[in-house]
């Protein structure tokens, strides 16, 4: 498999459950980055990891929970949420997350319904 | 606080031309990257640009005028395929991106 993949494409869930989201980058990069698009928004930016080290979480509640064991895989752990938290969540992945030139690669995304 | 604006939509015609617009209020200016997502697809890179002027890249072109606040996207000879949603994002001095909505580009035969 070659760049991001993200599974699974689609998750429904109910406010009580736990879910875990999946983000795998096969590009070698250092930095990584988790994205919630809502309709009509901009893309609003959840946790960024570099190097494995979380530099960046930007308000976002508890109930989302990042986890980032390599430099290849990032996860996004849910609990009790809420219907305003249904979206697509992109993972993106980068060289660095510090350099002003590098791209971001992003995955297809998960699009999330909490009922 | 930081602020991306670029239209919401866009009609042109095939084989048109269409420059999409983008300004911008940012802390600190690191450039401005725009991005195309088609529609249930994953954002994908389209262009950088950090010094002023033109960046061309086939069909597509990039402006910027950092003393302007301003940045455009020039898509020539216009194809169906181009229907998409095209983003404009500002890396702040934090090196951080900061996202407008989006522009929808929809072509028409």
């Known amino acids: 498999e070659t760049g991001v993949t993200q599974t699974p494409r689609h998750l429904v869930m109910g406010m009580t459950n736990k879910k875990s989201l999946k983000c795998e980058q096969h590009?070698?990069?250092?930095?990584m980055y988790w994205y919630k698009q809502s309709a009509k928004k901009p893309l609003e930016l959840m946790f960024v990891?570099?190097?494995?080290?979380?530099?960046e979480n930007n308000s976002v509640p508890s109930r989302f929970s990042p986890e980032c064991p390599n430099s290849s895989h990032l996860f996004l752990h849910l609990h009790t949420l809420q219907p305003e938290d249904s979206a697509l969540y992109l993972c993106?992945?980068?060289?660095?997350?510090?350099?002003?030139?590098?791209?971001?690669?992003f995955g297809p995304g998960t699009r999330l319904t909490v009922t | 606080g930081q602020n991306i604006d670029q239209p919401t939509e866009m009609t042109a015609t095939e084989g048109a031309i269409v420059q999409i617009n983008c300004t911008y209020q940012?802390?600190?200016?690191?450039?401005l990257f725009w991005y195309q997502q088609h529609a249930g697809e994953a954002p994908t890179f389209l262009s950088y640009?950090?010094l002023d002027g033109l960046e061309e890249k086939g069909r597509f072109s990039s402006f910027l005028s950092r003393s302007k606040g301003y940045s455009y996207l020039l898509l020539k000879e216009l194809q169906m395929k181009d229907s998409a949603s095209y983003l404009c994002?500002?890396?702040?001095?934090?090196?951080?991106?900061?996202w407008g909505a989006g522009t929808k580009l929809i072509i028409k035969p």
């Open positions: 993106a992945s980068s060289q660095d997350s510090g350099g002003g030139s590098y791209e971001q690669y």
């Open positions: 590009l070698g990069h250092n930095a």
């Open positions: 990891y570099n190097f494995k080290e979380q530099t």
């Open positions: 940012t802390s600190g200016f690191n450039g």
């Open positions: 640009n950090v």
């Open positions: 994002a500002v890396m702040d001095s934090n090196y951080q991106l900061i």
